[in-house]
């Protein structure tokens, strides 16, 4: 081994650092920033829940535009994760021209997908909101809010990109950076534009959309300054951006199953405010404002899975087999302290948590229910959450696929719809709906294991 090469290995942190130190290096702080990132939709609903008239109207509305919003997320993290993993597996090989042609298409694909989106909140919202619900005053919250979000998506897209390059790069701390001030950003407007502080006008919802998307611009900006200053092994001269067919194709490999599985999030909430709403408007309420509330606990769990994902990538370009490993016992351990901490928080605080949305009624006990019923399935949705990134790195995106499916289609809807029915028939017994996440997660967990055991093979 020359000098170059020994000052190039103790520069590079991924190589040097151990396993449980590097995921916790790593984790941590994507764990703030997906926390942060869920904290867009809660706050959002907050603040609007508490407007003095038609404020459950308008959490409602919020609840409806909340699917096409998580499949937004979804497509570009998706992206950023099949981005994150070739360019961590190319640096792991030393191939730093590789990893900046990969840098490239994914912001040539950042382009390509805001396009769609700004396309989409130009003529698609009105059908969308309108497949949902048939009143009049939550069709136009929802439609009003949700064409901004889109129309000025930019933010989030980019910023799901440059974030992602951060982390590849060993730089996860700045994206977490630019996801704080963010958030900061779009907590300190939420009041001002919705209630009309300081003299401005009482925008409501409307006020909601363009404090969210205008915090999503300020961490997508600072996400590129970082990525600029100090991804330091990635060019980013403009050639690189010329679209590859055979780069798209890797990326999206690795990155489809994770775009799937957080659009099956959006099928599943999308299918499950219809589920519901034929039992009763408050069930849909309850369940959009709960889902918000859990994002909080799953997506620290998706946090340090997107520190698994890299970390377990870099061992395997360098065939390392007993990192690999301990990157996949320590990655379970500190998601299982993760989860079962957040089933406490949820247990403890489901009660406090309505009053802070001001819910009463019939949607309070139904969403208190449902915090105490489905954060029973924390430790085994964990666990699944931890199973995706294992098999994402490990070139097992179909694996990948098969659990997201599980979890959140093939376990979920059927259940819950026959729920459904018996809670009609009987008019009573409406916590039996939240049940169905529990069944499902542990189901899905057991095809995991199995699944587990398969890749493990793989690699010996």
Request: aromatic letters at 12%; one cysteine or more; charged letters at 10%.
């Amino acid at each position: 081994m020359t000098q170059n090469m020994v000052k190039e290995k103790k520069k590079n942190k991924m190589r040097s650092t151990p396993p449980y130190q590097l995921l916790l290096k790593m984790g941590i702080p994507m764990i703030f920033s997906m926390v942060l990132q869920a904290m867009y939709n809660i706050v959002d609903s907050a603040f609007v829940s508490n407007i003095k008239q038609n404020g459950e109207n308008a959490l409602n509305a919020l609840t409806l535009a909340f699917p096409l919003q998580m499949l937004m997320v979804a497509i570009s993290i998706g992206t950023g994760v099949g981005v994150n993993a070739l360019v961590s597996k190319s640096l792991g090989q030393g191939d730093r021209e590789k990893a900046s042609h990969i840098a490239g298409n994914g912001i040539f694909l950042a382009i390509i997908i805001y396009v769609v989106f700004l396309l989409f909140g130009l003529f698609g919202i009105s059908p969308y909101i309108a497949s949902q619900t048939n009143d009049s005053l939550i069709s136009e919250m929802g439609g009003s809010y949700l064409r901004i979000c889109c129309i000025l998506s930019m933010g989030i897209v980019f910023f799901s990109i440059y974030e992602k390059l951060l982390q590849a790069n060993g730089n996860p701390l700045y994206s977490t950076i630019a996801q704080i001030a963010g958030a900061v950003c779009n907590m300190v407007l939420d009041p001002i534009f919705i209630y009309g502080w300081f003299g401005l006008p009482e925008l409501g919802v409307i006020g909601a959309a363009y404090a969210t998307v205008i915090g999503q611009l300020l961490s997508c900006l600072l996400a590129l300054i970082f990525h600029l200053k100090k991804d330091k092994q990635i060019s980013n001269r403009l050639q690189y951006w010329k679209p590859n067919s055979s780069i798209i194709k890797s990326i999206y490999a690795i990155g489809m199953p994770a775009i799937l599985a957080q659009a099956l999030m959006s099928v599943m909430t999308y299918s499950m405010n219809l589920i519901l709403g034929s039992v009763s408007v408050a069930m849909v309420t309850a369940y959009g404002l709960y889902y918000k509330i859990q994002q909080f606990i799953l997506f620290a769990a998706f946090g340090l899975r997107d520190a698994i994902t890299p970390v377990l990538s870099f061992y395997h370009g360098m065939h390392s087999r007993a990192r690999i490993r301990y990157g996949i016992q320590y990655g379970m351990l500190y998601t299982w302290i993760i989860m079962l901490a957040g089933t406490i928080l949820v247990e403890v605080l489901a009660i406090p948590f309505t009053k802070l949305f001001g819910l009463s009624g019939e949607t309070a006990i139904l969403c208190m229910q449902a915090m105490q019923i489905i954060s029973l399935s924390f430790l085994f949705a964990g666990t699944n959450i931890a199973f995706q990134g294992i098999f994402q790195a490990l070139d097992g995106g179909m694996e990948s696929l098969v659990i997201s499916v599980c979890r959140q289609i093939l376990f979920v809807l059927p259940v819950a719809w026959l729920f459904s029915l018996a809670v009609k028939e009987t008019k009573e017994h409406t916590w039996l709906i939240w049940l169905t996440f529990p069944i499902a997660e542990f189901v899905s967990m057991v095809i995991g294991y199995l699944l587990m055991q398969r890749i493990q093979k793989k690699i010996q």
